[in-house]
């Protein structure tokens, strides 16, 4: 079954805006964890309640990467097949 080009457009579309959404995600979690102001702001001042964020965006950002390349993997499969099969009458 060869893949249509509006699904393959909006599948591309899809992993654009989730690129996005985890970039912008990564930013403002660093930025809330390593402050703005002198030397890591956030961390000294409830140096008590503070954990690293690395961790769980590592993990985000795994499973972005996970679902991406599955996405792109589906979709060169599917123009591929559709290549070299002959079209159905």
């Known amino acids: 079954m060869a893949t249509s080009r509006p699904l393959r457009v909006l599948a591309l579309a899809a992993v654009f805006v989730m690129t996005t959404l985890v970039g912008a995600f990564n930013a403002l979690n660093l930025y809330e964890a390593f402050g703005s102001g ?52």
């Open 38 to 89: 002198p030397p890591y702001y956030s961390l000294t001042t409830n140096m008590d309640k503070w954990s690293s964020p690395v961790p769980m965006l590592a993990l985000v950002d795994a499973v972005a990467i996970a679902i991406t390349a599955i996405v792109l993997l589906l979709l060169k499969r599917g123009s591929r097949r559709s290549c070299v099969t002959p079209p159905q009458t």
